[in-house]
């Protein structure tokens, strides 16, 4: 499996992006999907997931702001990202879980830059 994300940018704090992750070699639709992130320093963490009927849970800085969905027919999923804050800035990754773990495939993430 490999995973791209993409989509990232520089925004003022305020702002809005949207995610995307697409997929070559397999089909998205066949896994929960979720988005982590990870800022300088710091250590990766878990954002968002989507499960295989849709149902949604977010880490709670971001609930209410963050939204994650997918479109089985183009392969993607994606992660709406409003009211940015400078504290969501990092290197945002996407991947895929098969069974009770996620997959090695990480990707090159995408750099969301919030400034203040």
């Known amino acids: 499996v490999q995973l791209q994300a993409s989509g990232g940018g520089l925004v003022q704090a305020g702002g809005a992006l949207r995610l995307s992750c697409g997929a070559s070699?397999?089909?998205?639709?066949?896994?929960?999907m979720g988005w982590f992130r990870q800022a300088p320093g710091m250590q990766r963490e878990w954002v968002a997931t989507?499960?295989?009927?849709?149902?949604?849970s977010y880490l709670d800085s971001v609930k209410g702001r963050f939204t994650i969905s997918r479109d089985n027919a183009k392969n993607t999923v994606y992660l709406q990202m409003n009211s940015l804050k400078p504290e969501d800035t990092a290197v945002y990754y996407c991947?895929?879980?098969?069974?009770?773990?996620?997959?090695?495939?990480w990707g090159q993430g995408t750099q969301v830059t919030v400034s203040s």
């Open positions: 991947n895929a879980k098969w069974g009770k773990t996620w997959l090695d495939a």
């Open positions: 070699g397999t089909t998205l639709r066949r896994y929960p």
């Open positions: 989507i499960s295989l009927g849709g149902s949604t």
